[in-house]
């Protein structure tokens, strides 16, 4: 059974590695956000979260949610 679309394990491992935030080229972390699943950056002075839709990270610093 498949997992369903938007959720972070749908995203190709090989490609998971590799994504960096684009502000700050810090690591980014799976989280589950208010919107729903989202990569959230590690680096504490940045820590943007950016959507997932349909299993697509969404890395636009302009749609970035920022940190509460």
């Given amino acids: 059974m498949s ?3 938007g959720t972070t ?10 994504l ?5 080229r810090g690591t980014l ?3 589950e956000g208010p919107a729903g699943p989202e990569l959230v950056c590690e680096n ?3 820590g943007l979260a950016y959507r ?3 299993g ?3 890395l636009l610093v302009d749609e970035a949610r920022t940190p509460d």
């Avoid at 394990?9 to 590799?18: F, K, M, Q, V, Y």
């Fill in 56 to 58: 697509v990270p969404v």
């Fill in 29 to 31: 972390r799976d989280a």
């Fill in 3 to 5: 997992e369903p679309a």
């Fill in 9 to 18: 394990s749908s995203i190709e491992p090989w490609l998971r590695e590799i």
């Fill in 44 to 46: 504490h002075e940045c």
């Fill in 52 to 54: 997932i839709d349909d």
């Fill in 20 to 24: 960096r935030c684009p502000a700050c």
